[in-house]
């Protein structure tokens, strides 16, 4: 799914995907089926999820702007450097903090059971409409990940005191350098990706969880207690 949408930079057709043995999380039909679950698609019997995207464009004075389209997230971090980042966080224009931090990860719902989640940042439904602002390491006790709505701009700035450049990615390619002074301004794309569900996008979504992650899964439940005990 994540190839699909780097073809498609605006619409972008209705994506049935098949699980051929890997961890799987966004490709709920099993191959072997194939033609049954194709054949049913095409007769209609489907429903489909809008998986948001996000746009980040890359703001440099040394060099012009370049957009990319992300279905999962977007990363600054320190790339080599053995020095944390010192990033200028902004929303809506508005400075937020400077985030002293290994990174920063700025994902869609879908995006956030991937890297985000490894952060420590929260499972949101893939339709909620919200963009996470997930923090790596950060050198604070007290910054927590952030959830805005999907209408924010985001701006994350490398500031020009800090001690190294930063290191941009788009879904884990395109990585480039942030220089001082550089930054990142993220937003919601026009252009989500339109999947196809094996039941509906709840059901897929806790099916995923729970096949890929064993979500909320323990070797035995509490007894319940057979004695009364009298105070």
Not at 38 to 55: A, D
Not at 178 to 189: C, E, F, H, I, N
Not at 214 to 221: I, Q, V
């Amino acid at each position: 799914i994540m190839h699909v949408s780097t073809l498609f930079r605006t619409a972008c057709p209705p994506v049935i995907s098949f699980n051929l043995g890997s961890l799987g999380f966004l490709t709920p039909f099993d191959f072997e089926e194939f033609e049954t679950e194709i054949e049913s698609v095409l007769e209609g019997n489907c429903l489909m999820s809008l998986r948001m995207r996000l746009s980040g464009k890359v703001l440099s004075e040394s060099r012009p702007s370049r957009e990319f389209l992300v279905l999962n997230e977007l990363v600054v971090d320190r790339g080599s450097s053995p020095y944390l980042s010192n990033l200028d966080c902004f929303c809506d224009d508005k400075f937020i903090t400077t985030v002293q931090a290994d990174g920063i990860i700025m994902s869609t719902p879908t995006g956030s059971t991937a890297y985000s989640m490894s952060a420590g940042g929260s499972m949101v439904h893939p339709s909620v409409p919200a963009i996470l602002f997930t923090p790596i390491c950060p050198h604070s006790l007290s910054f927590r990940p952030i959830v805005f709505p999907d209408s924010a701009k985001l701006r994350v700035d490398v500031s020009p005191d800090s001690r190294a450049h930063a290191w941009v990615s788009f879904d884990g390619k395109f990585r480039q350098q942030l220089k001082r002074g550089d930054g990142l301004l993220v937003q919601m794309s026009l252009f989500p990706v339109p999947t196809v569900n094996k039941t509906d996008h709840t059901g897929d979504w806790f099916g995923s969880l729970s096949r890929a992650f064993n979500f909320n899964t323990r070797g035995a439940t509490q007894k319940r207690l057979r004695k009364k005990w009298k105070p």
